[in-house]
């Protein structure tokens, strides 16, 4: 299935992780730390009425609101400047309740902006993002690209499967997609630096 396809059926759960796993891959362009997004983790185990997904998402931004003056120093060009400000519009536009259309129309820009994301940090030029989110295929597109591509595809199958169990497995692929994310950012600021 695709990732639009996957996006189109998730329930409130999966496309609160989607939208939460998206964020937390970008969190290195926020200037947050590892843990910085583990408190909405922790608010995606109970049902969408269940715990404190407002405030825990309004103190997530207070945090990185003040982690954003460090990690705009790291920004050395243009592409970073405009992959750190997709990541801060993807976390501006988290709706504060965890239902309905917003929740879905959320999720969805997630994935693209995190696609954009890494399309603009690895500099391969102009794939189709779109066409890559309908058809699921990753042929032809940049390593961390296609990589991103996989990462999303495979949160939502975890929690389409397993529900609430398949928090801690969509968690560890959010963590190597950070990790990777950081490494490339790292690249291009010695890079351009």
């Known amino acids: 299935m695709s990732l639009e396809e996957l996006i189109a059926q998730a329930d409130e759960r999966g496309l609160a992780v989607s939208g939460v796993a998206c964020l937390d891959r970008c969190v290195p362009l926020l200037g947050g730390d590892d843990e910085a997004l583990r408190p909405l983790w922790g608010a ?16 997530t931004r ?28 993807m976390l501006a536009a988290a709706p504060a309740d965890r239902t309905g259309d917003a929740l ?7 994935s693209a902006d995190a696609l954009r994301i890494h399309l603009l940090l ?28 996989r990462r999303q595809t495979a949160v939502l199958e975890l929690v389409a499967a397993h529900g609430a169990a398949g928090l801690r497995s969509a968690l560890e692929v959010s963590t190597e997609g950070r990790r990777v994310l950081r490494a490339a950012v790292s690249r291009r600021s010695r890079r351009d630096g």
Do not use: I, N, Y
């Open 122 to 149: 690895d500099g391969a030029g102009g794939a189709d993002l779109a066409a890559a989110r309908r058809e699921g295929r990753t042929d032809g597109l940049s390593p961390l690209l296609a990589a991103e591509l």
């Open 44 to 59: 995606l185990a109970g049902g969408p009425a269940d715990g404190d997904w407002g405030e825990v998402l309004q103190q």
């Open 104 to 110: 879905r129309e959320w999720a969805d820009g997630c």
């Open 62 to 89: 207070e945090k990185l609101d003040a982690a954003a003056g460090e990690a705009a120093d790291g920004c050395a060009d243009g592409c970073a400047d405009e992959a750190a400000a997709l990541a801060r519009g």
